[in-house]
């Protein structure tokens, strides 16, 4: 089994999706406690468009998911923390909206759906090492902010209203972690596709918080979860031909079923 | 004379919401040191007044100076411990445990990176056990009792080691007997430990003995040295609109 890290596109796709492991789990505990959990799945689309107009245009399709997901990320917040807009229905409407572009986008390009394929779905031969050097400078990065900010979003996620009223700086923080959380996405396309980076956000934190355990043991546990799904499902992906995403995601829902059998109330 | 210097001093405060006026022309002074109440209808604007004190919301009109320093230039927010009307409606699989709220309290004042301090673990130790929740600090806080959960939220306000503490409503869904019981720490935290008190309640019978001060909101404010005079049947009956009447009462 040890033998398929002998495969160079296999080391990159164990350690991309690591990095994208931890990361997910740790920024998706904090939209899970803020029930703010569709934020990754709308992200997630609209890094779609991104990654449609990347191709369309011939430049690496994970900037421009990059810079789709940041932009709309920044707009979401806008609208939920200045207009009061309901946060499902915003998230509703960039869903529907960003896949509507991004199909448009697509079905004028017409030449390119089998990279998209990959995109959507994940694929191990994706990682390339261009893609590898991104994610781990701006993975980094982003883990670095949210363990900078680890008391005051927990804070947050808990009480929104006081941790403001403690001279927090809620407006700010939130705008930085839908920010990291949007750059997360966008990175985790190659390895887990756009349409099941959700999936790898929300299943670990959900499954732990069945242990009914305080904050940190939670993390600690969602983060496991995560890492021991991506694993086993990069293996399947690779002995069994799958799409990585859809692997790692049947791992993750098969850790969900274990947390409600084992806690069932 | 001895001098008192002011907490909260509000000067004609006005809240417009779509040309509704929720609060008018409010004028309002704490005291270090006081224990004051606040009470009025529902929807007379007390939480309002509440919010626009922490800043939670900007009013319309008029100023508001918390500790002698005018809100938007205040820092010192930790000296104000603040327990929302809603702290006891917390999901019950949220994965916090008594402790780690009580820690959150000490967060602001914590810089950034920093890990938690011998005092910072002093204070949290010695709030916990001020509220009488050190036995629960393992327990998840959406398993407990309303009353508990009540205790654990002014433990946490009590972390920051306030000056002032602000409470909104405390016994909503708290059963009587815990109802004395926070009363009762409510007294001693400011008889103890010098801590002034502005809490929102409807309880008036039970507290009119205790207090400083007591205000009255509905729209406009009304301010009492006197409380027990305040407490009248004849002026509750004309600030909440409809016939009252008031039982002093120690639960």
């Known amino acids: 089994m040890i033998e398929m890290l002998n495969y160079p596109f296999m080391q990159r796709a164990f350690a991309a999706g690591l990095i994208i492991a931890i990361l997910a789990a740790v920024s998706g505990s904090f939209i899970v406690l803020r029930r703010y959990s569709l934020l990754s799945e709308t992200l997630a689309h609209v890094s779609l468009v991104g990654v449609s107009i990347g191709l369309l245009i011939g430049s690496n399709p994970l900037w421009m998911a990059i810079a789709a997901s940041l932009i709309a990320s920044w707009m979401i917040e806008y609208l939920r923390s200045v207009h009061h807009l309901y946060s499902d229905s915003i998230l509703a409407i960039f869903l529907s909206g960003s896949l509507a572009l991004a199909i448009i986008i697509v079905s004028l390009a017409g030449s390119f759906n089998a990279s998209l394929f990959s995109y959507l779905f994940g694929s191990i031969l994706s990682v390339t090492n261009e893609d590898l050097i991104i994610m781990a400078l701006a993975g980094t990065v982003g883990m670095a902010l949210l363990l900078l900010f680890f008391k005051e979003l927990y804070f947050i996620a808990f009480d929104e209203e006081v941790a403001r009223a403690s001279g927090i700086r809620v407006a700010l923080l939130n705008f930085m972690l839908v920010s990291v959380i949007a750059v997360i996405i966008a990175l985790s396309i190659r390895v887990v596709g756009t349409l099941l980076i959700g999936a790898l956000m929300v299943i670990p934190p959900v499954a732990a918080i069945r242990f009914g355990m305080g904050f940190f043991k939670t993390m600690l546990l969602s983060i496991i979860i995560a890492l021991v799904s991506v694993i086993i499902g990069l293996s399947a992906s690779f002995f069994f031909s799958l799409p990585s995403g859809a692997a790692i995601v049947l791992c993750l829902l098969l850790f969900f079923i274990v947390a409600l059998v084992i806690n069932l109330p | ?251």
Not at chain 2, 101 to 124: K, N, P, Q, T
């Open chain 2, 1 to 251: 004379m001895k001098f008192s210097p002011s907490l909260f001093d509000v000067r004609d405060l006005t809240f417009t919401v779509r040309g509704n006026e929720i609060l008018k022309s409010v004028n309002l002074t704490v005291l270090k040191g006081e224990y004051c109440a606040i009470i009025g209808p529902n929807g007379g604007g007390k939480t309002t007044l509440i919010r626009l004190l922490m800043g939670l919301d900007k009013p319309t009109s008029g100023t508001i100076k918390l500790f002698g320093v005018e809100q938007n230039k205040f820092q010192a927010w930790h000296k104000i411990g603040y327990v929302p009307q809603r702290s006891a409606l917390i999901d019950a699989s949220f994965p916090a445990t008594v402790r780690e709220v009580v820690a959150m309290g000490r967060y602001a004042i914590r810089g950034l990176f920093s890990v938690e301090s011998d005092e910072d673990r002093r204070i949290i130790e010695e709030s916990m056990e001020q509220m009488g929740v050190s036995d629960l600090r393992n327990r998840l806080i959406g398993h407990l009792s309303g009353g508990q959960r009540q205790r654990v939220m002014i433990a946490r306000a009590l972390a920051s080691h306030p000056e002032v503490l602000i409470v909104d409503e405390p016994n909503t869904g708290v059963d009587v007997e815990s109802q004395h019981r926070f009363y009762e720490q409510l007294r001693s935290l400011h008889t103890t430990r010098g801590i002034s008190i502005l809490f929102i309640t409807h309880d008036v019978g039970v507290i009119a003995a205790d207090i400083s001060k007591l205000f009255f909101v509905n729209q406009t404010l009304l301010v009492s040295q006197t409380p027990q005079e305040i407490v009248r049947c004849e002026e509750i009956s004309r600030l909440y609109g409809n016939p009252s009447h008031v039982v002093c009462h120690n639960h």
